[in-house]
């Protein structure tokens, strides 16, 4: 599976939704994706590229888009 | 300048006289954006005899009883941008503060304790232990204050665990299991004072077991009423937790629900230390008068980060002293204050704990 498979499927299963709505997806922009669905989000990515995200980059994360970029700081070209 | 920029400033690197300015500025103008905004904080700043769209000096900055927020629904957006509605304390029949955060607002006082724990543990996340039931978040739309200290704090943990059951018991071979994984390494240790010494402190005393914490930083907040009528202190408080789990880093914090993240973080002197993202001001119990430093009074807190309600500027039910400015031996500049205790008459909340047996 590509990076961006992975990081699609992460997101699919979490905020239940299609390939089609991710793009579109902002922290704090659906019910699920809040505090605590960020923690978990968080969690999963950490586990499925084995990084560790820093604290100011967790919160850096603000949509589906920019955690591309985040992760990319990690050496995870999404794409 | 805005609360954006301020975000950009170290939290404890602003000059007082350029923080003056700056907070003079900001806060009139959302003074002004939120009389225009909430009728009843217009009101509230009429009869305070505040003056709309002028530049007012921070002290002129009209305050809210924190009170208010109980009595009444205090909201400066509309209300399909409130994105969550936090409460004071929900469980006992007191009544409760509400407090309503559209999206800036909640993203805002996550930076801005981000911003001020960064300078205390650092920027790596670190395995993370919750003194507390995983049942305070029950409701992800409605929480707690007690359920977004926790959630707040969430963001420095990378695996998370709580320690207590539903039952508030401690699952001591849980607690012990999730400490060997991380092996000796930085573990952050994060509940409510109460709870800590009642449930977690006192429970291990009671089993007479211990728990590797020796790397362990402890952050706890909340308020330490319940524990001065059981006669614990801060020195009680830390040497009972270095007793039972060899943690010497044990840091109180002051804050509130009706301003999050604006958090006054105990330094490794003993003093709660103010960041550059909020300000304090002593009031006179008598005529509101600000006090001289050194002088206990009624605490005012002010922060230009409460965009979405009129919270900027609030006079608490607390008191306290500024012990001074800019020279607190552990470098930090700013004010750094001690709270001493509660106004007589106020209403008896427990602090964001509301936690009853």
Same mark, same amino acid.
């Given at each position: 599976?590509?990076?961006?498979?992975?990081?699609?499927?992460?997101?699919?299963?979490?905020?239940?939704?299609?390939?089609?709505?991710?793009?579109?997806?902002?922290?704090?922009?659906?019910?699920?994706?809040?505090?605590?669905?960020?923690?978990?989000?968080?969690?999963?990515?950490?586990?499925?590229?084995?990084?560790?995200?820093?604290?100011?980059?967790?919160?850096?994360?603000?949509? =589906?888009?920019?955690?591309?970029?985040?992760?990319?700081? =990690?050496?995870?070209?999404?794409? | 300048?805005?609360?954006?920029?301020?975000?950009?400033?170290?939290?404890?690197?602003?000059?007082?006289?350029?923080?003056?300015?700056?907070?003079?500025?900001?806060?009139?103008?959302?003074?002004?954006?939120?009389?225009?905004?909430?009728?009843?904080?217009?009101?509230?700043?009429?009869?305070?005899?505040?003056?709309?769209?002028?530049?007012?000096?921070?002290?002129?900055?009209?305050?809210?009883?924190?009170?208010?927020?109980?009595?009444?629904?205090?909201?400066?957006?509309?209300?399909?941008?409130?994105?969550?509605?936090?409460?004071?304390?929900?469980?006992?029949?007191?009544?409760?503060?509400?407090?309503?955060?559209?999206?800036?607002?909640?993203?805002?006082?996550?930076?801005?304790?981000?911003?001020?724990?960064?300078?205390?543990?650092?920027?790596?996340?670190?395995?993370?232990?919750?003194?507390?039931?995983?049942?305070?978040?029950?409701?992800?739309?409605?929480?707690?204050?007690?359920?977004?200290?926790?959630?707040?704090?969430?963001?420095?943990?990378?695996?998370?665990?709580?320690?207590?059951?539903?039952?508030?018991?401690?699952?001591?071979?849980?607690?012990?299991?999730?400490?060997?994984?991380?092996?000796?390494?930085?573990?952050?240790?994060?509940?409510?004072?109460?709870?800590?010494?009642?449930?977690?402190?006192?429970?291990?005393?009671?089993?007479?077991?211990?728990?590797?914490?020796?790397?362990?930083?402890?952050?706890?907040?909340?308020?330490?009423?319940?524990?001065?009528?059981?006669?614990?202190?801060?020195?009680?408080?830390?040497?009972?937790?270095?007793?039972?789990?060899?943690?010497?880093?044990?840091?109180?914090?002051?804050?509130?629900?009706?301003?999050?993240?604006?958090?006054?973080?105990?330094?490794?002197?003993?003093?709660?230390?103010?960041?550059?993202?909020?300000?304090?001001?002593?009031?006179?119990?008598?005529?509101?008068?600000?006090?001289?430093?050194?002088?206990?009074?009624?605490?005012?807190?002010?922060?230009?980060?409460?965009?979405?309600?009129?919270?900027?500027?609030?006079?608490?039910?607390?008191?306290?002293?500024?012990?001074?400015?800019?020279?607190?031996?552990?470098?930090?500049?700013?004010?750094?204050?001690?709270?001493?205790?509660?106004?007589?008459?106020?209403?008896?909340?427990?602090?964001?704990?509301?936690?009853?047996?």
């Amino acid at each position: 599976m590509s990076n961006l498979e992975t990081y699609n499927k992460i997101f699919r299963s979490m905020f239940r939704k299609t390939d089609e709505e991710l793009p579109a997806l902002k922290y704090r922009g659906i019910a699920l994706w809040d505090s605590i669905g960020h923690m978990d989000l968080m969690g999963e990515l950490e586990e499925a590229f084995d990084i560790r995200i820093d604290t100011q980059d967790v919160l850096d994360f603000t949509s =589906y888009e920019k955690g591309k970029e985040v992760l990319g700081r =990690y050496g995870v070209v999404i794409e | 300048m805005n609360y954006e920029d301020l975000l950009q400033i170290g939290p404890y690197e602003l000059g007082e006289e350029e923080k003056d300015r700056i907070y003079g500025e900001l806060l009139s103008r959302l003074t002004d954006r939120h009389r225009s905004r909430c009728e009843l904080y217009d009101r509230v700043c009429n009869l305070l005899g505040d003056l709309p769209g002028t530049t007012r000096t921070v002290e002129e900055i009209p305050m809210t009883p924190v009170s208010l927020f109980k009595q009444a629904d205090l909201c400066s957006v509309p209300a399909e941008e409130v994105f969550k509605t936090m409460t004071s304390s929900g469980t006992s029949g007191q009544k409760t503060s509400k407090i309503f955060l559209d999206q800036q607002t909640a993203a805002w006082q996550q930076r801005t304790l981000e911003r001020i724990i960064r300078d205390f543990i650092g920027e790596r996340r670190i395995p993370m232990l919750i003194v507390d039931s995983p049942n305070v978040l029950r409701d992800r739309n409605l929480f707690s204050a007690r359920g977004a200290g926790i959630l707040g704090f969430s963001i420095f943990g990378t695996k998370r665990r709580y320690a207590l059951t539903a039952d508030m018991e401690l699952d001591y071979d849980a607690v012990l299991e999730f400490l060997e994984t991380a092996a000796g390494g930085p573990v952050l240790v994060f509940g409510f004072t109460y709870i800590i010494w009642k449930h977690f402190y006192q429970a291990l005393a009671a089993l007479g077991k211990t728990l590797p914490l020796e790397n362990g930083f402890l952050i706890h907040g909340g308020g330490w009423k319940k524990l001065q009528n059981e006669a614990v202190s801060a020195d009680v408080f830390k040497k009972g937790l270095k007793n039972v789990c060899g943690i010497s880093k044990v840091r109180n914090y002051y804050g509130m629900a009706e301003q999050t993240g604006c958090i006054y973080m105990e330094c490794e002197c003993g003093s709660l230390h103010v960041s550059s993202y909020s300000d304090v001001r002593i009031r006179n119990m008598e005529d509101f008068s600000c006090c001289k430093n050194g002088t206990e009074g009624v605490i005012q807190v002010l922060t230009p980060m409460a965009w979405s309600y009129p919270g900027h500027s609030i006079l608490t039910e607390d008191k306290g002293t500024i012990l001074g400015v800019d020279d607190c031996p552990c470098g930090r500049k700013g004010k750094y204050i001690k709270i001493t205790g509660r106004i007589p008459k106020a209403e008896v909340r427990g602090c964001s704990d509301t936690y009853e047996e």
